[in-house]
Every structure is written in C-alpha cells, then in structure tokens.
C-alpha cells in the first residue's frame, strides 16, 4: 500500500515547476491528484507525466475561480486530504520603477491566491484532518535586494501560515509552510534582473550552491504527515543546524564482522562457528560478560579492530551528501568502554573515520547519548534506543538482529537512513539544501 493511496490532493501551480514535480510524485505514490493552474496546456503535460491527473482551470487571483476549483475537485473526489498553495510569480526591480499593476498583481497572485484557497479548502481539510501547505520562500524570511513586492508577499505567507496555524490548533488540520531558496523553474528561467544591480548587496544570501531542482522541493512537500498528530505551523527554514546523532559500531562500522574475527582466534573456533545473526549479549557464540570483556580488550588495544573495522556499504557517501545538504554531524560513541585503552581507542577511532573519509562536526565518546542534544539519532544497539526514546527523542533504527523486537522507524541500509533523515528534517521544519554542485563525491575530496 503506498502512503498516499485513497487520499485527495490539490496543488496549484501545477502546470510547471515544483507544482508539477510534486503532482507525479504524489500520483506515483497512490494519491489522486487535481492540478490548479492557468495554463491549461501545461497541466495537460502534466496530467500525462502523472499517468492521470484531474485538471482544473484556475487563475488563483481570482478569490471565485479558486472557490469553483476547490468545490469541483470535492464534488468529482468526495473529499480533500491535502491542499499544496504552490502557484507564484517572480519579478525583480528597483524600487522606484515598481508599478501600481507590478504591485497589484504580485499581491493578488503570491498572497490573495494563498489565502483565497486556503479559505475554500479548510472546511474541506477540517472534515478530513487534512494537511494545507504553503510554498513561501526565503525571501519572505531574510529580504533580498531588488525584489522588494515579491518579499512582501512571501513574508505575508509566512506569518498566514502561523496565523492559520494558531486559529486551528485545536482541530486535526495542520497548516505549515514551505521556504525554499532558489529552484530551478520556468519562472526562474525567465527571471531578469534590473539594470545596473549592485550585486555585493546580494553576495551575502546567494552562497556558492546552484539553485534546487523542483524535485528537491516536492520531496519535501510529499512528506507532510497523512495521519495526525503532526507539526503545525512550521516554516522550514531555521537559524541552527539539525544536528544528527550517529553511532559507529554497527551503524558505520561492521563491528560484529571485525569482532568475530578476534574471537575465533581468541577462542580457537573457526569463524563459521560464530553465527552473524546474533543476541546484543552474543549468547550465540557462548561468551559470557567476562568473557565478551576480556575479548572485546584484546580486540581493541592488540588487534586493533577499532582501526581495521569493515565499513558498513554506504555510510561515507550518504554521511556526505547529508553534510553537504546542511546536516550537522556528530558522531557519538561509547569505544571508551573498556579501561585502559583509551588513547589506542581514541586514536584509531579518528584514524579509521579518515581513513574511511567519514565527515563529521564533533565527536562525543560517551554512553548516555540523551545527554548530547540532537535533533535525530541513529543508533543500533536495544538499550541506546531505549534510552533515548523515553527521554522524548526521535531515533531512527539501524537495523540488526539484535534490535528487530524494537518499533521503527528503521532503515536496512544507508540509503533508507538518508531517507528517513531527510523526512524528519523536513517534518521538524528544517530546510536542507539537496545538492552541492562544483565538488567531486564526498568520499573522493581527501587525499588518500
């Protein structure tokens, strides 16, 4: 069953850009989507791109044209799950230069539409416990030279989605927002500056990041919860970073495979005695605490498993390209377990993350993980999960047979955990820049 089957989406904007991107990621994944929009022959393309897609006329500058659409698609579905404001537009002047009609229009596009069908669709959505979502921008949140009416507009729809949120608290509905830099659209291809720009007075918000992709977008437009609770007046677009929790052995690093190693030397067994789906206590291999201790010391300070340990297939490069989205890094590990080994533990720790090209912000070696303050963490072993999970964190479960009695959210491998990453990221409200084009992949950047 896919996470949208039976459910009920209308978007404007979906002619083109992000509101097309989102509309056949939607419908591939079982939604039934209405398209809004005022260019008629582009919804067609993208009701074909959709495999399927009600469309619907509508010029959302026009409070009437935007109720008839709303009750149409509820009429022709029987209900309304989702509501995504995306249409917008885009223009660029000097202050002095913008006209009655520059002003009128942007106003009646980038802020009338938004509330116009946000107030045909909450009924709708209140019956549903539905979600509204509106696309904003950055610009709404920080200002930017040369496009004065258009911040304008995308502040209003900031401070309407938390309006709309506060008034609707108490109901089901959930009404949050959307900030994005810049993507790559038809309206930014056709976007022209003045003349005579200053551009140092825009060198400070414009970075070194190429613009987005729609599809970055409408990955975090198809995250909104479908089920309530969830987040409600949220802007995602946030002064700190979101930082997430990572463990090493056995979510980086495959420690049950270095271990193994050492323990059928130490034990004098073959390796094929000592079972890879094993209990946390590793009761399958016949060791006792004592004797998990005395091998476990060995393995650290004489064999060095800290140092040698197998990569888990992955985790560099999606750690990478969760770093270079704005992910905050911090690797959290409890290799100081044993007593007297520390400097050798401390040292191959660090000389292993090189060596593997890990990236990371900071490292905490530690046992009580609650105490570290991320957003989101990855762990594997029962009892950190445990522990973190009755403090009121979110941990995401990587998997091992050891942890499968646990309840998800869990991730087989490092492309379900950056996944399940950027979904929370996302829901939380932080904004994540997707691409970092102009460097090779992260795992090349460092001299061997």
């Known amino acids: 069953m896919e996470r949208f089957d039976g459910r009920v989406v209308a978007l404007t904007g979906a002619a083109s850009g ?25 919804l067609a393309e993208t009701a074909e791109l959709a495999g399927g897609m009600a469309t619907i006329r509508c010029d959302v500058a026009r409070r009437d044209d935007c109720h008839a659409a709303i009750e149409q698609v509820v009429a022709d579905h029987g209900r309304l799950d989702v509501f995504g404001n995306i249409a917008g537009i885009a223009r660029s002047h000097h202050v002095p230069d913008v006209t009655e009609q520059d002003w009128d229009r942007m106003v009646a596009v980038n802020l009338s539409g938004v509330f116009w069908c946000a107030q045909a669709a909450i009924p709708h959505l ?16 920080i200002g930017q030279a040369y496009t004065v009416p258009y911040c304008a507009t995308k502040g209003a729809v900031v401070n309407m989605t938390r309006a709309l949120a506060m008034e609707y608290a108490k109901t089901g509905l959930r009404v949050n927002a959307i900030a994005p830099g810049g993507v790559q659209t038809p309206l930014v291809a056709n976007y022209q500056m003045p003349d005579d720009v200053d551009y140092t007075l825009m060198a400070g918000y414009m970075g070194f990041r190429a613009m987005s992709q729609p599809e970055d977008i409408d990955g975090r437009l198809r995250l909104v919860p479908t089920t309530a609770p969830g987040p409600a007046g949220t802007v995602p677009d946030v002064d700190h970073p979101y930082v997430l929790g990572v463990d090493l052995d056995g979510v980086c690093g495959d420690y049950t495979t270095a271990f193994r190693t050492v323990a059928a030397t130490e034990l004098g067994v073959d390796e094929d005695r000592l079972p890879l789906e094993r209990s946390w206590d590793f009761r399958e291999w016949g060791l006792t605490p004592e004797e998990y201790e005395r091998i476990h010391l060995l393995a650290v300070a004489e064999h060095r498993i800290l140092r040698t340990m197998p990569v888990i297939d992955g985790a560099a490069e999606a750690l990478w390209r969760l770093s270079d989205a704005g992910v905050w890094l911090r690797i959290i590990t409890h290799r100081l377990y044993v007593n007297w080994s520390h400097a050798i533990a401390i040292a191959d720790t660090v000389e292993w993350l090189d060596h593997h090209r890990i990236p990371y912000r900071d490292i905490c070696f530690l046992g009580t993980k609650p105490e570290v303050e991320a957003d989101l963490y990855l762990d594997d072993g029962p009892h950190n999960v445990e522990a973190l999970r009755a403090t009121g964190n979110r941990v995401v479960v ?11 959210p869990r991730a087989l491998d490092w492309s379900e955990c950056e996944h399940l990453i950027l979904v929370d990221a996302a829901e939380q409200g932080f904004s994540l820049q997707t691409q970092l084009p102009g460097l090779e992949p992260g795992t090349n950047r460092l001299p061997n």
């Open 18 to 42: 992000v509101g097309r991107a989102t509309a056949i990621r939607l419908a591939g994944e079982g939604a039934r989507v209405a398209g809004l929009d005022i260019d008629e022959p582009g």
């Open 398 to 408: 990587f998997e091992a047979p050891y942890n499968r009695h646990l309840p998800g």
């Open 126 to 141: 209140l019956a549903t416990e539905g979600v509204l979502l509106n696309i904003a921008s950055n610009a709404g949140l």
